[in-house]
């Protein structure tokens, strides 16, 4: 199993839940770049990759994060070349992709989905949407993001 996630602390929260369940076992992966924003014209061709690297650059240059933000940027498109030959590899493998109502999960969904397209039926999306969560306090809550739910209620979700 084969578990996507597109934030940095949706793979920390995720990890735990990995440690409570273990019929969730398996790889987690992080699409990096926030598709929400920025140009997107032919991003599946090498055009619109390069178009939108130089965006990046320009909206990064000068800042203390840009040479990481750059690098993680340009890693999508290798991250799921390398997801799609574990796909062909192991015809039994599953995706799951995990969202929240945001427009960074949202987007970067439907981004991957075209990569993913040749595997349907194989990837499953938890998406999170209008369903409520019990917070630390017992209060319900409804998230914006993945790593706002605890880990126990991760669980119910699935």
Sequence with gaps: MIHIVFGEADVKVLQEVLLLDESLAGQII????????????NIYEPEGIAERHQWWTSVLEGSASEGENM?????????VTKL??????????IVWIWAAQNKHDVCSYYWLL?????????VHI???NNLPFINEKG????PQYLHQIP?????KAK
């Design 30 to 41: 992080q699409i990096h770049d926030d598709y929400a924003v920025g140009p997107i014209n």
């Design 71 to 79: 690098k993680v940027e340009k890693n999508d498109v290798h991250t």
């Design 84 to 93: 799609k030959q574990q796909l062909i590899e192991n015809e039994n493998e």
């Design 114 to 122: 075209h990569h993913l397209k040749a595997f349907q039926g194989r």
């Design 126 to 128: 938890l998406y999170l």
């Design 139 to 142: 209060s319900i809550f409804y």
């Design 151 to 155: 880990p126990t209620e991760f669980l």
